[in-house]
């Protein structure tokens, strides 16, 4: 049993009378520390609070995105970066966090649960694919025209619609880039679908 998550320990259960969150590296350890907790509910009658342990499996967790290192940001004297921004004397790197897709739901079976609903499999695929096409664009930042701010460029957002006629799509946000950025946007949509053939319309916006 372990308090911390990790991508081999995907099984958890919650507690929040006892241990708070729990991981495990299988669904037999998981199930027998449950219940293990569900009796520790009973003495001479069931505590209320038992309904409150709840377990599953971890599908998405805070992935580290953008890392940017200090000795390649090409820092100069004063502190500032290529992209005039501000690096404090103590940061060895920069980076972001998003809630992205744990592992890979072909061929993890602790994440296949995911699986059952291709729409939610193909938003971590969308997203992972916008930020690998972003994090791309940003060593040939040169060959675009449009108004970026590439030091916080990012996809915020990825949704699916249906429309009235019943046509249907996915779009991926994306902020720091003007909303006219429309060459930088063609980009991204052609290598997200090259990445992982989905056609998708990215929208930008500051």
């Known amino acids: 049993m372990h308090w911390n998550f990790q991508k081999d320990r995907p099984y958890f259960v919650l507690d929040p009378e006892g241990d708070g969150v729990s991981c495990f590296e299988t669904i037999e350890e998981r199930d027998k520390y449950a219940e ?3 009796q520790e509910y009973l003495d001479y009658t069931w505590s209320e ?18 890392f940017e290192d200090r000795r390649t940001a090409q820092v100069d004297d004063e502190g500032y970066d290529k992209d005039g921004i501000y690096w404090d004397p103590d940061f060895e790197y920069k980076c972001n966090y998003q809630l992205l897709l744990v592992g890979d739901t072909e061929k993890d079976d602790a994440l296949s649960c995911v699986a059952i609903n291709p729409m939610v499999r ?6 992972t694919a916008a930020e690998a096409a972003i994090a791309e664009a940003k060593t040939i930042r040169g060959e675009f025209e449009d108004a970026i701010n590439w030091a916080d460029l990012r996809c915020v957002r990825v949704c699916h619609w249906t429309d009235d006629t019943g046509d249907s799509g996915y779009t991926a946000e994306i902020e720091e880039a003007s909303p006219g950025a429309l060459e930088f946007r063609r980009w991204i949509e052609e290598s997200i679908e090259n990445d992982i053939g989905i056609i998708v319309e990215v929208i930008t916006e500051w």
Request: proline fraction near 0%; charged fraction near 20%.
């Open 122 to 127: 193909s938003f971590g695929l969308i997203r």
């Open 49 to 66: 609070e038992v309904v409150n342990v709840v377990a599953g499996v971890v599908t998405h967790s805070a992935q580290q995105t953008d």
């Open 36 to 38: 293990k907790r569900i």
